[in-house]
């Protein structure tokens, strides 16, 4: 018995990956996987110079097909939740691996690039920015802690000023359990397709997927285990706000 379980347990570090799921609006669940690109796989992308860091998809990682019907309709100012699981079918009651291994320590970003249309766009060549980060804080604990003890919900603001039209927001969380030397570093990311109305003029800063990370970047290359880390440099740009 005890040999299964250990073998158990390996097998599930060894593919406890994780895909963000479902978008949430003001407390209000908009439904599983309506409006995000989810990929047919939960690994994760580790070459942060490949298109499949932009938005997952591509080889083993490729986006479920036919690309969501749905925008999810929000306003500038709402109270948004993204929902991670271990798979697109499970729950943490019945998986310790859901929504990701717990040993997966890392940050969890959210940025949005504005398109003309979320429905059909392409995502090369998009213009992102950063409208949420959370790392590791001052005890140690780190944001996958924080979401898996919340059953995978990140909650985030959308800010106020930001443009009325459409947008991708791409979810991110990064897991560092490898990430002593590159590629090692775990991305895992999905993009949702939203509709924002009641926004204002500001035109943030913008960096571009691939090329915000660098391999040799403190947020992707990193020591998880030893020496016990005091800080923790998030990679990408720096939050937007209004
Ligand atoms: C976005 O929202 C506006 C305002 O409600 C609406 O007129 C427009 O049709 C929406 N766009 C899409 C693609 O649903
Ligand atoms: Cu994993």
């Given at each position: 018995m005890k040999i299964v379980l250990v073998t158990c347990s390996l097998l599930t570090a060894a593919s406890a990956h994780t895909i963000f799921t479902q978008l949430w609006v003001n407390g209000v669940a908009q439904g599983h996987t309506k409006g995000i690109r989810v990929p047919t796989y939960d690994g994760p992308i580790t070459?942060?110079?490949?298109?499949?860091?932009?938005c997952n998809g591509g080889g083993i990682n490729a986006l479920r097909t036919?690309?969501?019907k749905d925008i999810i309709n929000v306003k500038a100012g709402d109270k948004l939740t993204a929902e991670w699981h271990h798979t697109l079918e499970s729950k943490p009651e019945t998986d310790k691996?859901?929504?990701?291994?717990?040993?997966?320590?890392g940050p969890i970003m959210v940025y949005l690039a504005k398109v003309d249309d979320a429905l059909t766009t392409?995502?090369?060549g998009l213009k992102w920015f950063k409208i949420y980060e959370d790392g590791m804080d001052a005890n140690g604990e780190w944001a996958v802690t924080r979401l898996y003890n919340k059953k995978g919900l990140v909650d985030f603001p959308l800010p106020p000023c930001i443009q009325s039209g459409q947008y991708l927001l791409r979810a991110e969380l990064i897991a560092?359990?490898?990430?002593?030397?590159?590629?090692g570093a775990q991305l895992y990311m999905e993009c949702a397709q939203i509709n924002v109305t009641g926004g204002g003029s500001a035109s943030p800063a913008t960096v571009s997927f691939p090329g915000a990370?660098?391999?040799?970047?403190p947020g992707i290359k990193?020591?998880?285990?030893?020496?016990?880390?005091t800080s923790y440099k998030i990679p990408g740009p720096p939050v937007f706000t209004c």
């Amino acid at each position: 018995m005890k040999i299964v379980l250990v073998t158990c347990s390996l097998l599930t570090a060894a593919s406890a990956h994780t895909i963000f799921t479902q978008l949430w609006v003001n407390g209000v669940a908009q439904g599983h996987t309506k409006g995000i690109r989810v990929p047919t796989y939960d690994g994760p992308i580790t070459d942060v110079t490949s298109e499949n860091v932009i938005c997952n998809g591509g080889g083993i990682n490729a986006l479920r097909t036919p690309l969501p019907k749905d925008i999810i309709n929000v306003k500038a100012g709402d109270k948004l939740t993204a929902e991670w699981h271990h798979t697109l079918e499970s729950k943490p009651e019945t998986d310790k691996s859901d929504p990701i291994d717990p040993g997966h320590l890392g940050p969890i970003m959210v940025y949005l690039a504005k398109v003309d249309d979320a429905l059909t766009t392409k995502l090369t060549g998009l213009k992102w920015f950063k409208i949420y980060e959370d790392g590791m804080d001052a005890n140690g604990e780190w944001a996958v802690t924080r979401l898996y003890n919340k059953k995978g919900l990140v909650d985030f603001p959308l800010p106020p000023c930001i443009q009325s039209g459409q947008y991708l927001l791409r979810a991110e969380l990064i897991a560092l359990h490898g990430a002593g030397s590159y590629p090692g570093a775990q991305l895992y990311m999905e993009c949702a397709q939203i509709n924002v109305t009641g926004g204002g003029s500001a035109s943030p800063a913008t960096v571009s997927f691939p090329g915000a990370y660098k391999g040799a970047d403190p947020g992707i290359k990193f020591q998880l285990y030893w020496p016990k880390p005091t800080s923790y440099k998030i990679p990408g740009p720096p939050v937007f706000t209004c």
